[in-house]
């Protein structure tokens, strides 16, 4: 700030005082302020600031204008006043070019203070002329502003309101916590400012009359008394109201007279006081609103804070579009991997035209090239060549143009679902007040302790969640917490607590809602179930703890044995897991008697883009989401152990229970199960099974796309996907097909797998090729293939990494100098893993000295072939040595 706005910002500061002292409904108009709009006018015009120049110009209009009418003010017209007043101080205290950017970011509210002010120098147009002054009209006013700056409006309101509640909630609790009487201050003064913009002036009204409330608590003139402080909740309630329905028809609003009469009661207060007398610390609104409002990172429509960041209204549909976009088109740039892949073959197709080529030219003799066939012949070699050094360097473009698009494709997925995501918080905040008032109603005490409210989630999901939250939470207060009164006879604080629990585990958002209450009751719901007839009496006796609290979400289920507004109708838990099934998530309850009860729920942070593995069941494509899988095993056919008609494998000392997939999901079982069988561990609740199923095909990334509702609810499965060939496949619903498992085992209808001792039919062996020249991999991939191995290969250390993870080999071929990944760190890894430690690597290198060898061989690998001394024979003779034949 240079000396010119130094002594603007002072000569500001000086004449506002006496223009916000003077400025007052309850006092006769003072001449004396038009002479201070006259001197913050002209000094604006020096130092040349063009939009304080406009707001002063206008209020020096406008006040002459009363003046020339009898010198009454309205109390519209007060507000219109001081709010020009406020943001020309904030205006000069920012300097000359923040005070320009301040601007820029507030012309909405510029232009709508300079058009207010002007309209006040109309003959007529002040409030005070009117027969029905006491009642300002809103809806009219609202008729006149655009969608978009109401829609903005509701949203600076809910922000607000949230922070007005949260802070009364905490000044009931810690009374003498003035400080967050200051917050308070600037939430409603915000709302005021807002709702005059749009013309809502009955919420102006209550916007001011809590301020003023709030005001009288600041100085000391009133107390935090528990009657003032739900006057103030009832005052936040309702602004929230207003805001929600200004895009709703007129009738839907809160009346005009109902608002009017709550802003009345709140200014009267306990003893009938009126409004702070004279505003004793009138600047004290001016200093809240100069001061930037912390609401959630976010700057309001018409009080934008000095942040770096500016907020940018977009449709919700369009922002679902955009992701949705951003998903395809990841999923459509890996498809593009394939048509490399052709593209090696077709290079590799033409080394084989030139190896026939030269074939043909031995025999014939090997003509001489001044033969007129010798002749033909180079020129075929000629032209050949010429083709594949075309290809050859196409192919290497496009594999890069591939890696570049993955990479940029895949950042613009991030950027455009982190664009959608919010933290927890913001579904929230009505919670404090939700166990406040059902706690008062109940007559219990009770704490509402939140953690991990920072965590984010996709806004979608968020909006879904929100309802199973509100009733779990309204449910611990309502059945899971005992009166006071119980508490203190068990030797318990007579204040409940319930917490609310939110962490990321494995790519999934898993959130809690605990309880310290008298926990739930397992014996009723046991007698309950048997009492509905929902299973025979011998099933239910022999249910776990688990199945039994299962059935607290079924339609209809409910143990209350009375029936009031809060709860114990039956309905709701159900609803609750329906919710939690349509995000792609899950929800089961744990309890201890006398301990408490914890809801857990347990969804997906984003349902644009899954990763999944992809597995064949009954010759059918299946995908399971990567992060409810614990592990991918390869187990041989003869380690599976059967007990009492149940089928086990060993796993780090203890026996998973085997189960056939394509039983479960009602498929054609197929052929002999392969070996070694091929398993998918998955877990929920405490219960571990291992599904067999045929092959696994890979890790991919699947746009989910929801199943037809006409289908209803599809058993066991969550979604649907299509693969990058363009194949559709299903997703499992992993928490469904765990309790399909538990159900088939109750019923004892479990199936083996039909496991042959006889022995296994051969098996070609695999080798996995990995070298970033396309020139070595497909020369090594069909030598290999011509002795009768199956190959495959990577185009580096990473993507050779990952394939060894995903797929069983017998053999790694890998060269050292690689992008993302060299073979050492390659060799290393492998040798390192516990599963794959047992799988041969061969390092071939263009390195050939004796420190190359020895860094090869310190990675374990178990040969070090150099290129100088390569050739065809020693390769396959090396790899004879390691595996043998190429086929067992």
Known sequence: MNALDALFAEEVGREAVALKAALSSERPFDAGIIFAAQAIHGAARVVGAEAAVRLSGGLEGALLAVESRGGTLSFSDVETCRAAVELIGRLAAAGSEEGEQIARDRHVEVESLVAALEAMTAPGISQAARPDRAEPVATDALAEVTPVSLELFRHEAELHTATLTDGLLLLEKEPRRLEVVERLMRAAHSIKGAARVVGLDVAVRLAHAAEDQLIRIQTGSAEVSPVRIEMLLE????????????????????????????????????????????????????????????????????????????????????????????????????????????QQRLRARQAGLADLLNDLHQALGAPASDHPIGMRIAELRQRLSEARSVVSTWVEEFEEHARRSEDLMLRLFREATGSRMRPLSDGLTAFPRLVRDVARKLGKLVDLHVTGEDQRIDRDILERIEAPLNHLIRNAVDHGLEPPDVRRASGKPERGTIRLEARHRFGMLEISVSDDGSGIDVGRIRERVQTLGLLPAETVGALDEDRLLDHLFAPGFSTAEHVSEISGRGVGLDVVRSVLREVGGAVWVTTEAGRGTSFHLRVPVSRSVLRAVVVKIADEPYAFPLNRIDALLRVPLGSVQQVEDRQYVPLDGRAVALVPASQILELEAGDVPSDPLHIVLLSDRGHSFGFAVQEFLGEFDLVVRPLDPRLGRVADISAAAILPDGTPVLIIDVEDIVRSVLHLRQETRMEKLGISREPPARRKKRILVVDDSITVRELQRELLSAKGYEVETAVDGEEGWMAARDRAFDLVITDIDMPRMDGV????????????????????????????????????????????DYADEKLLQAVADLIGAPEE
């Open 825 to 868: 760190s390659l060799t290393r890894s492998i040798k390192q893993d516990p599963r794959l430690k047992g799988l041969p690597v061969i390092i071939v290198s263009y390195r050939g000295s004796v420190e190359d060898r020895l860094r090869g061989l310190s990675a374990a690998a178990d040969l070090y072939l150099p290129k100088s």
């Open 235 to 342: 005052a936040s309630d309702m602004l929230g109201r207003l805001a929600n329905a200004v895009l709703a028809p007129a009738g839907s609003r809160p009346s005009d007279r109902e608002v009017l009469a709550l802003a009345a009661r709140l200014a009267a207060g306990e003893g009938g006081a009126g409004p702070a007398p004279g505003r004793p610390d009138a600047e004290a609104g001016a200093r809240a609103a100069e001061t930037p409002v912390p609401a959630d990172g976010h700057s309001g429509a018409f009080a934008a804070d000095l942040e770096e960041d500016r907020v940018l209204r977009v449709r919700a549909s369009h922002l679902s579009r955009l992701v949705a976009l951003a998903g395809e088109s990841l999923v459509e740039t890996r498809r593009l991997k394939p048509f490399a892949e052709v």
